[in-house]
């Protein structure tokens, strides 16, 4: 089993900055793809930004203002969150796909934390 630990969250006004990180634990022997999705009200949820096998992928709503990277803790990940808008605010939920080492087996398990609350108001 995975665990995620997310921290950062909070309130911002618009045009203001968070980051956020996320940490994995458990018997991770590798991980595929670890990043953030977010799910606002009344919505589903949807990709904020991901690291798959070493490579960025944002949601188009984001490009060209957040930032994800790993973490400098093995199996952490953070995600710099600058220009926020009021439509950014929502529930950011971080997400692994790992590769689980039980005993001589490999699995892959996918993992969602808890969720941090983004709000951007004046």
């Known amino acids: 089993q995975v665990r995620l630990v997310e921290s950062g969250g909070g309130l911002v006004q618009p045009g203001g900055s968070l980051r956020l990180s996320c940490a994995a634990s458990?018997?991770?022997?590798?991980?595929?793809?670890m990043g953030w999705y977010r799910q606002a009200p009344g919505t589903q949820r949807e990709l904020v930004a991901v690291?798959?096998?070493?490579?960025?992928n944002y949601g188009d709503s984001v490009k060209g203002r957040f930032t994800i990277s790993r973490g400098n803790a093995k199996n952490t990940v953070d995600l710099q969150m600058n220009s926020l808008k009021a439509e950014d605010t929502a529930v950011y939920y971080c997400y692994v796909k790992a590769n689980i080492a039980e005993y001589t087996a490999l699995y892959e398990d996918d993992s969602w934390g808890q969720g941090t609350q983004v709000t951007v108001s004046s």
């Open positions: 458990g018997n991770i022997f590798s991980i595929n793809v």
């Open positions: 690291i798959s096998r070493g490579e960025p």
